[in-house]
């Protein structure tokens, strides 16, 4: 059998309307079944994604107690520290009840042994045809689910929407439109940059492989096969950089940038269009508000039209296997990612909720900077490989210095191509 690794959203815009009503859709939080007086459920929640955390978890913890009775205590971790002290606990099997692990975390803790599956719950629950398929995928691992979607993130193509209204263009629908538009941008205001294609940056080179009919790599049996170098693959990667390098819309600096380039160079008024995050537009504001109101976002278009997928960046909420009261530990974590708390989240963080039915109202807005993304998320919404070795094809930056070969000249096309497919067969299947 031939497995996927990235499989499109599966819930679109009727299905999720249609489940607005269904459990878990409420504005209920969860059902308070377990009465778990003079207990504590140790919770790990990563730093810095919501500003509002501790105000936001002093009501889940007053909430958490009033339906179970038992006290919440939540430690806050950052980022950079969180995959070596998960590893370091693991080992130690001093684990917390419930972490926050991100959507690439998730299949390697459940490979070691240390998550307990939550399918069982989800389905008493009735909610397993109310999440966000892409971020289940990520957290199923050999069929079993591991990691509960909590809040998702996507990239879709962000525009400055008043140079479009300038030169009497529409936002693009096809990869000859991106074109099209970029060419009209760099002969009206020959200082911007049309198109940013940074080159020290994975997700974004994703959706036009996909776009092309590619994929990142597949799954037959035991072994990972690398999709990167198939003629799809490599159509849609030399069209990404040959935005750069055959229609000079990007720059020779941008070879080096990471997406955090591409948000500052964009708050600066210096990029025309780029692959961005549904994170980053409250980010631009902040950095340059005279920028309000004057750029918009599209799904990303996939090569003759349509949406080519994009990744979706996030996070799940884990059971552990040492935590001693399961039942309480899923109390928790279907009071975070179903209902109000689970809006509340995504309202202050500015990510989407991993409950389909919470996005159907999201996806009615009419905001240029909100459905878009939404509707980019629910139809066009995919993961990279689902193997506990995905994480070390990351570390190695495998796509990321294919591409910053291509874009720098070392290499062709072809050659980058092969090269990274080599790699990260190697690594998957060492």
Not at 223 to 235: M, N, T
Not at 276 to 292: D, F
Not at 375 to 391: F, I, M, S
Request: charged share 20%.
């Amino acid at each position: 059998m031939n497995k996927r690794s990235l499989p499109i959203v599966a819930l679109g815009l009727t299905a999720a309307l249609a489940l607005t009503a269904c459990a878990g859709g409420s504005d209920d939080t969860a059902g308070g079944g377990v009465d778990a007086e003079g207990q504590t459920l140790t919770v790990w929640i990563m730093e810095g994604t919501n500003p509002e955390s501790e105000a936001f978890f002093d009501s889940v913890g007053e909430a958490f107690t009033e339906e179970t009775g038992a006290e919440l205590d939540v430690e806050f971790v950052q980022w950079a520290d969180a995959h070596d002290r998960f590893v370091t606990s693991i080992a130690g099997g001093t684990t917390p009840d419930v972490a926050e692990t991100g959507t690439t975390w998730t299949a390697e803790f459940a490979d070691a042994g240390a998550l307990a599956p939550i399918g069982e719950f989800v389905d008493e629950a009735g909610l397993g045809d109310d999440l966000v398929e892409g971020l289940v995928e990520s957290g199923t691992y050999e069929e079993e689910l591991y990691g509960m979607p909590w809040y998702a993130g996507v990239r879709s193509l962000v525009y400055r929407a008043d140079i479009f209204e300038e030169l009497g263009l529409e936002a693009p629908t096809s990869w000859d439109e991106i074109v099209a538009a970029g060419e009209a941008i760099k002969a009206a205001h020959p200082d911007m940059m049309p198109f940013a294609v940074p080159g020290d940056a994975e997700f974004p080179v994703y959706p036009w492989v996909w776009g092309a009919g590619g994929e990142v790599a597949t799954q037959e049996g035991d072994e990972w096969a690398s999709g990167l170098d198939s003629a799809e693959s490599q159509e849609g990667i030399g069209f990404y950089t040959g935005l750069a390098t055959e229609h000079g819309f990007s720059s020779a600096g941008a070879t080096t940038w990471k997406e955090t380039d591409v948000l500052d160079n964009f708050a600066q008024g210096n990029v025309g269009m780029a692959l961005m995050g549904s994170w980053t537009p409250a980010a631009i504001v902040e950095k340059n508000a005279e920028l309000e109101g004057k750029f918009a976002a599209t799904p990303i278009p996939g090569k003759d039209g349509g949406i080519a997928p994009s990744v979706l960046g996030g996070s799940h909420l884990s059971m552990f296997e040492t935590a001693e009261n399961k039942e309480l530990a899923w109390e928790f974590v279907e009071l975070m990612t179903t209902g109000e708390f689970a809006d509340q989240w995504g309202q202050q963080s500015g990510y989407f909720p991993g409950q389909a039915s919470l996005l159907a109202e999201t996806m009615e807005s009419d905001d240029p900077l909100v459905a878009p993304f939404a509707t980019q998320l629910v139809e066009g919404g995919g993961t990279v490989p689902v193997t506990p070795k995905y994480g070390a094809v990351q570390a190695k930056k495998t796509t990321n210095t294919a591409i910053q070969a291509i874009l720098s000249g070392q290499k062709t096309v072809e050659q980058a191509t092969a090269d990274a497919a080599a790699e990260m067969n190697e690594i998957m299947n060492g």
